[in-house]
């Protein structure tokens, strides 16, 4: 029997106490995928907000690694062992290396502004780049590196953060075909590999199809629905 990583029971999800959805329900255990579809405005980003305790859910239950998740300190807890790849191409202005970035994923929860990095941080930073195929690139730009490239040095920031779930937005969006079909096979094999749990939104269904063991419907004004 697998370990279960994330619980969610009959929550409601939204903003200023108007859900956008309610009575969710699903369950992800370690080394699975859930792919997440739905038009705009049905609750996919709400969802994933939820997840990483940005927002609290309006109501219902979040287990997360066999903890409930219901204070603050719970919620920095539970993040600290989610990676998030977030849509969109803003790499920000800060002239920082590919080493650089995927070490700031360890910021937080293994170091900070009073505790600087040590031997470990360093020593899982370059695991994760390894991993990642980064290495001879960890040097470069992170504002000079391709799509495709960028994606995999975010992921590398997840894995040196040692998250148990990755959390990602539409990652393929602004990548073509090849990259695309490139990306899909590296979660592919880090679910095999590392026992990854994923939960991925995508409006391409044929990739969720590849790699998720199921999908989430998420639509307006309806209960989302797995199919």
Known sequence: ?????LALNKIAIGYDKKPIQTALSFKLEKGEALGVVGPNGS???????TILGVIPPLDGEITFAGKQVK??????????????????????KLPLTVEEMVLLGRWGSHFSCFRRPGTDDWSKTQEALEIMDLTNLKKRDCRNLSGGEYQRAVIARA?????????????TTF?????????????????????LSILIVSHHREEL???????????????????
């Not at 609750?43 to 907000?49: C, E, N, S």
């Not at 204070?71 to 920000?92: E, F, H, K, L």
């Not at 199809?209 to 199919?227: F, H, I, M, S």
């Open 71 to 92: 204070t603050t300190i719970d919620r920095n807890w539970a993040r600290s062992s989610i990676g998030y790849v977030p849509q969109g191409r803003n790499r920000g």
């Open 1 to 5: 029997m697998r370990k279960e990583i």
């Open 209 to 227: 199809e590849n790699l998720t063991d199921r999908v989430l419907l998420l639509e307006r004004e309806k209960r989302g629905a797995l199919l």
């Open 175 to 195: 990548l073509d075909l090849q990259s695309r079909q490139e990306f899909i096979t590296l979660l592919t094999d880090l679910r095999k590999e590392l026992g």
């Open 43 to 49: 609750g996919k980003t709400t969802l994933f907000k």
């Open 159 to 171: 894995l040196a953060r040692e998250a148990s779930l990755l959390l990602l937005d539409e990652p």
